[in-house]
């Protein structure tokens, strides 16, 4: 039951003529019982895994923070870690390990016959695995208090907007939303009918219109051609943002709608001009988790090495968060990618750039869009071992964007890839460059009336028109 199907409107709805109507403590009975329905649509099944992992740090939470024995402190944290890595670990890589280790045997000579599972991978396990070890680390630091109701908790767990996708919200931010009384403002609700509709363009009018132009072109065997792979590497850029921030809107949407805060999790990424700008920018309660709970232990720990501590920890950090995103060697090979350009960027950064020329105004905004544009174009190269299939495929595809120069033509099709690239993108580009250039995501309720009602019917017009209302699923649910 996807945020972009019929059912979900239909079951949304419901939930929410219910919920106007209730007491604080019944709408919290009500969302927790709606969530477990919206879950359990996927598969029943996954609600028995989600379950353990949410009694399973409820309890750890309460223990951790209920002794003075550090020692008892920590035997507890470790039985949190181990219960949820393990589940994650066998659902998401148990085949990948397998397979993996097979190869290795092989190549000594050897010969075995590994029993491989057919596992079904529960929707949003590993953004819940994360939101739950984010609350057992904030407990044991002191950071929060546990709760102390198991029925908020497990809300917090499994509140329906979040948990497919994220946001990552965490105990200190979400619990409190839950167990305060919330109060409902017309302004707020209308804000969040426009996070969902805002959203609801990016993933059926951009995202899975583009999809046309990516799949068919990743899909295919080689030989590639380098002007189709530049058009598909573009317009994939461009899917993955509006599919992912699309989500994300529609979950802020929906939380608004009832009246809960919750966090911006893209704020124009594109606009960035280096790796470290754009990881402050894109999906950031996943960049702020690892940062938090991953590379500033590493890096602290490994101090003494100086600017080799700080390397190595983002090196292991980006590379975690590959694995993260699936079990796959693209996946490790993306997030060293990343890695390297933050190193890159972490050691030269302090490099001084004197040009009189860039104290003109005009000049100065020329050689922000000229990094801008540089950037994105380093970023559409990661995004190509996010997207291939295999090793093969993508050193294929790199194969013949070394000679990008001499092998760039344009035929029927590339054509006609350029002309959907463009004509799904420009709304966004042209919506998010006054968004930027005045920081309000919300701008567009801020037009005068007569311009904010030619821009949603233009809005409203092509989402019906051109719009992909085939139940697309969003990628990152995927994860």
Known sequence: MPFNSFQFVAFFFIVYCFYLLSSHKWQNRLLLAASCFFYGSWDWRFLFLIFTSITIDYFCGLKIHGSDDENVKKRFLILSILVNLSILGFFKYFNFFISNFTGLIDYFGLSIQ???????????????????????????????????????????????????????????????????????????IGEGCYFIFWGLFQKIFIADNLAKVVDPVFNSSAPYDCTKIILALYAFAFQIYCDFAGYSNMARGLGKCMGFDIMVNFNFPYFSTNPQEFWARWHISLSAWFRDYLYIPISFSKREWGKWGVIFALMITFIICGVWHGAAWTFVLWGAYQGFLLVIYQLFKTAPIKMPILENAFFKKIWYFSRMFFFFQLISIGWLFFRVKSFSQALQMLRSLAGFLSNLQFDLLSRAM?????????????????????KDLTILLKAPFPVKLFVFMALFYLLVIFGEFGTKEFIYSQF
Do not use: C, W
């Open 114 to 188: 590994p029993r491989t599972l057919n596992i079904v991978l529960p929707v949003g396990i590993s953004f819940y695995t994360l939101k739950t070890l984010s609350y057992t680390f904030d407990v044991y630091t002191d950071k929060i208090k546990p709760a102390r109701s198991y029925s908020d908790y497990a809300l917090f767990v499994i509140f329906f907007p979040l948990l497919l996708a994220g946001p990552i919200m965490r105990a200190g931010e979400l619990l409190p939303q839950i167990s305060s009384k919330r109060k409902l403002r017309l302004d707020e």
């Open 418 to 438: 350029l002309i959907d690239l463009v004509f799904f993108t420009i709304v966004l580009v042209i919506v998010e460059y006054f968004q930027h250039a005045r």
